[in-house]
């Protein structure tokens, strides 16, 4: 986990009186404990439907869909979240159709045969998740919709389009719900063992590949069906008391059929909704007033993620399956200010950061009880404790993270560097799944550049000013292959940043590097058309200097593929000598000789190309004590001399 040194708002300030930073120093090494880096934190939700940039409703391919499905393999995209949210809670596979809740619960064709197969036919790297149903009703018939197209032309595109207006629903002469529909007719019951058919006929009838739809959303955001489902019955979540228990008898009742039929599907749950949900539920009291508070098992109140967490443990001991894969979780933050916006990615882990949106989490204490004083989320940090907590340590149970929108209000570049802010952050704390609900201009460049060019592993990265500027740092397994992605928060000053890098075996020599900066409208095309610039960085001696633009994203690729082998030079090899205050350097080969000075920094102070002299004088009277690096090339040779200045 990152440490911070000061508050980010203090930088801020300081910047804004066009004051320069102190240097920032970051340590790596690359022989720390490694976690591995999940390809499916590359991912994104996509809607599939008509109008959908996948259509799931006519099973030949589109030239348009062709197009989008070529820019997600350019991009990198390794995961994509298919069962769109909301509207996957009532999806009956054997019909293809589902009801809408923000859309009056009409009825509409969606078909995951169709979709689950282009994924697979023409995305050979990338894997999917759909859903299973938990409500206990799916839809049955498109002959009861609500006549939406003459509501809007009567009452404007704005008019409310949430209202339960399906199976003969009515508005009154102003658009308003004066007679709600009845679910019975659009509805039909779906028990467990219709929910996890699904797989069985993808496995057994279609065929499909089913380690590339591994992954099952175990339904969507349970805790808040009583507003996003309010066609639904209300004894299906009624009292404080029984809606989280139906919740989990639910959950488990699918679950343990699932696993029954495909031991190596992975459940992802319960897929909460937003910070406040992280904690509280919705449910309806005995008058049939619409209710919110914690969960509880009739004596001790809990945060709903920590009960949802402690009936797993007990439901999985109960039954000897696992029963719980990913714990996922959504969120939505609203902050409007720069400031605020890179520092969301701070709420996962950092014990430290004082989140301002901080609200749900007030009640994640003995008891549930509210604590104002609360204002530091790290929710995963949390969640992570919660599974040692219940499940005991080693429970394999990894984390999601599969919506979650970067406001149409911030410029393109911030939110460049607020997805490359999270997207580091998940990869240094072994997060599963990453899937943003909302796909804006700027992101399609960043998980281009962190899935095209981030290793297997990562590894230990120290930055003595991590709230200004984060490195993230990747390596392959054969420790020959290593990517640090630095990300520079000033929003109006370059940094410079020095690196130094331990255990590593890397030439010194110019190693290329990738930018990302001034971002001002989408410009990702393929991997061979983006706006990354390419530039390069001189490595000396394990050390590593550059200068990082303002709102920037850098990546500095060090490989051995990429470095030039060392000739020795033997007899031919370059002399050098300090006579007088000067650095004295004899040429002895017959070929034109380049060379570069750096100090222990890797900061370089002196050059020269394709020098034809036999001897070189250089003053050397103003160096500080020292020891320097000389880089000495020639047309098929590299050669290193280290010289000291007393």
């Given at each position: 986990m990152k440490s911070f040194d000061f508050s980010l708002s203090a930088i801020l300030l300081l910047a804004g009186f066009g004051l320069s930073f102190a240097d920032v120093d970051i340590s790596i090494d690359a022989n720390s404990l490694r976690k591995p880096v999940s390809p499916f934190i590359y991912g994104r939700n996509v809607y599939a439907g008509y109008g959908g940039e996948l259509l799931d409703n006519n099973d030949s391919v589109s030239a348009e869909e062709l197009v989008n499905m070529e820019r997600y393999r350019e991009a990198g995209?390794?995961?994509?979240?298919?069962?769109?949210?909301?509207?996957?809670?009532?999806?009956?596979?054997?019909?293809?159709?589902?009801?809408?809740?923000?859309?009056?619960?009409?009825?509409?064709?969606?078909?995951?045969?169709?979709?689950?197969?282009?994924?697979?036919?023409?995305?050979?790297?990338?894997?999917?998740?759909?859903?299973?149903?938990?409500?206990?009703?799916?839809?049955?018939?498109?002959?009861?919709?609500?006549?939406?197209?003459?509501?809007?032309?009567?009452?404007?595109?704005?008019?409310?389009?949430?209202?339960?207006?399906?199976?003969?629903?009515?508005?009154?002469?102003?658009?308003?719900?004066?007679?709600?529909?009845?679910?019975?007719?659009?509805?039909e019951e779906w028990p467990a063992d219709s929910t996890v058919g699904i797989v069985e006929h993808w496995k057994s009838n279609l065929k499909y590949d089913m380690s590339r739809l591994q992954y099952w959303s175990m339904d969507n955001e349970p805790e808040i069906w009583p507003t996003t489902h309010s066609d639904l019955p209300l004894t299906y979540t009624y009292g404080s008391l029984e809606t989280?228990?139906?919740?989990?008898?639910?959950?488990?009742?699918?679950?343990?059929?699932?696993?029954?039929?495909?031991?190596?599907?992975?459940?992802?749950?319960?897929?909460?909704?937003?910070?406040?949900?992280?904690c509280n539920l919705r449910y309806y009291n005995d008058a049939g007033e619409l209710k919110e508070d914690v969960a509880t098992d009739g004596t001790i109140r809990y945060c709903w993620l920590e009960y949802f967490i402690k009936r797993m443990a007990e439901e999985e001991k109960k039954t000897g399956m696992k029963l719980l894969d990913v714990l996922d979780i959504h969120w939505y933050p609203t902050e409007t200010t720069y400031e605020h916006w890179i520092?969301?990615?701070?709420?996962?882990?950092?014990?430290?950061?004082?989140?301002?949106?901080?609200?749900?989490?007030?009640?994640?204490?003995?008891?549930?009880?509210?604590?104002?004083?609360?204002?530091?989320?790290?929710?995963?940090?949390?969640?992570?404790?919660?599974?040692?907590?219940?499940?005991?340590?080693?429970?394999?149970?990894?984390?999601?993270?599969?919506?979650?929108?970067?406001?149409?209000?911030?410029?393109?570049?911030?939110?460049?560097?607020?997805?490359?802010?999270?997207m580091g952050t998940f990869m240094e704390n072994e997060v599963e799944?990453?899937?943003?609900?909302?796909?804006?201009?700027?992101?399609?460049?960043?998980?281009?550049?962190?899935?095209?060019?981030?290793?297997?592993?990562?590894?230990?990265?120290?930055s003595s000013n991590d709230s200004l500027v984060s490195a993230y740092t990747t390596i392959n397994k054969n420790s020959d292959s290593l990517t640090v992605i630095l990300v520079n928060r000033s929003e109006n000053d370059a940094q410079k940043v020095n690196l130094n890098f331990d255990n590593v075996d890397f030439v010194s020599q110019d190693y290329p590097t990738l930018?990302?900066?001034?971002?001002?409208?989408?410009?990702?095309?393929?991997?061979?058309?983006?706006?990354?610039?390419?530039?390069?960085?001189?490595?000396?001696?394990?050390?590593?200097?550059l200068e990082l633009p303002a709102k920037s994203i850098t990546a500095i690729l060090l490989s051995q593929k990429n470095s030039t082998k060392i000739n020795e030079m033997k007899q031919n090899r370059p002399l050098v000598s300090i006579e007088n205050g000067n650095l004295v350097?004899?040429?002895?080969?017959?070929?034109?000789?380049?060379?570069?000075?750096?100090?222990?920094?890797?900061?370089?102070?002196?050059?020269?190309?394709?020098?034809?002299?036999?001897?070189?004088?250089?003053?050397?009277?103003?160096?500080?004590?020292?020891?320097?690096?000389?880089?000495?090339?020639?047309?098929?040779?590299?050669?290193f001399h280290k010289v000291f200045i007393k």
């Open positions: 995209i390794r995961f994509l979240r298919m069962n769109q949210g909301n509207n996957s809670t009532k999806h009956n596979w054997r019909k293809n159709m589902s009801s809408h809740p923000d859309y009056y619960n009409n009825v509409y064709y969606h078909n995951w045969d169709l979709s689950a197969k282009k994924i697979l036919d023409y995305m050979p790297n990338t894997s999917a998740m759909y859903g299973f149903q938990l409500t206990g009703f799916v839809a049955k018939s498109l002959d009861y919709n609500f006549a939406d197209w003459d509501y809007k032309q009567q009452y404007g595109q704005n008019a409310p389009q949430n209202l339960d207006l399906a199976g003969g629903g009515e508005v009154d002469g102003s658009g308003n719900l004066i007679k709600e529909g009845d679910y019975r007719l659009y509805l989280p228990e139906r919740i989990i008898q639910n959950y488990v009742a699918v679950a343990k059929k699932a696993k029954a039929i495909f031991p190596d599907i992975k459940l992802t749950g319960p897929v909460a909704a937003n910070e406040w949900q992280w520092n969301w990615h701070r709420v996962f882990f950092d014990t430290t950061y004082n989140y301002p949106g901080a609200n749900g989490i007030k009640r994640a204490n003995e008891n549930a009880k509210w604590d104002n004083s609360i204002t530091k989320e790290y929710i995963f940090k949390r969640i992570n404790d919660w599974l040692e907590k219940y499940f005991g340590k080693d429970h394999g149970v990894t984390l999601a993270f599969t919506e979650t929108d970067f406001i149409e209000k911030m410029d393109v570049m911030t939110r460049a560097i607020v997805y490359a802010s999270y799944i990453f899937t943003p609900w909302t796909w804006r201009e700027g992101m399609y460049e960043v998980i281009h550049l962190f899935s095209n060019y981030s290793k297997e592993f990562s590894v230990n990265d120290v930018l990302l900066s001034g971002l001002t409208k989408e410009t990702f095309v393929s991997k061979a058309d983006n706006a990354l610039k390419k530039g390069s960085a001189t490595l000396t001696d394990n050390k590593l200097s350097i004899q040429n002895p080969t017959q070929e034109s000789l380049s060379f570069e000075i750096f100090n222990c920094l890797g900061q370089k102070l002196y050059s020269k190309i394709n020098s034809l002299n036999k001897t070189e004088i250089i003053n050397i009277k103003d160096l500080e004590k020292s020891y320097y690096i000389i880089r000495f090339k020639t047309k098929n040779s590299l050669d």
